[in-house]
């Protein structure tokens, strides 16, 4: 009995040093994962997330036990329809326009959907308030509580609210 409680002292006593046994290189490491920085100009901000949509997307529907694949992202399309004549632009939602080519996981025939992304500025950074998806010529749906929605809220919140800059 006596020989486990010397153990459990060692133990006790090696956690308290470890984080005086943690690499310099390490610690870069998680410097540099938390060191996410929100475009600074809405095209930027709308090239950014195009990137990284990809992957947020993936996981999202890995997460949600949803048997899709994302494949490509389009570049962006900025130009905004219209949305209510006599209101000023700048409190007008910013538009997103993104194509994805995906397919049913294990499947080779894809297929291409559309999105159309609302955005709007707060003091807590970017956030997403609506969107919608077309398929072929079909008529848009909202999809604004979808697994899209989900992907892009977090990588807003991952890029540009500031609660959880680090």
């Known amino acids: ?7 459990i002292a060692i133990a006790i006593a090696l956690f308290a040093h470890l984080p005086n046994l943690v690499s310099p290189t390490h610690a870069k490491a998680e410097t540099y994962i938390n060191n996410r920085v929100c475009p600074s100009d809405f095209p930027s901000l709308s090239n950014a997330l195009a990137k990284d949509l990809r992957d947020y997307l993936n996981r999202t529907y890995m997460r949600l036990r949803i ?5 490509a992202v389009s570049q962006p399309e900025l130009e905004p329809l219209p949305l209510a004549p006599d209101q000023s632009g700048d409190r007008l939602p910013k538009q997103i326009f993104l194509s994805m080519l995906e397919r049913q996981t294990g ?31 079909a008529p848009p749906i909202d999809v604004s509580d979808g697994a899209i ?9 991952d890029y540009c609210d500031p609660r959880y800059q680090r």
């Open 149 to 157: 929605a989900d992907a892009v809220s977090k990588w807003l919140r």
């Open 1 to 7: 009995m006596h020989k486990k409680w010397t153990q």
């Open 67 to 71: 048997k899709r694949e994302v494949m």
């Open 107 to 137: 499947k080779v025939a894809t297929s291409q959907r559309a999105y159309w992304l609302f955005v709007v500025p707060t003091t807590n950074g970017w956030r997403l308030s609506m969107a919608f998806m077309r398929i072929g010529q």
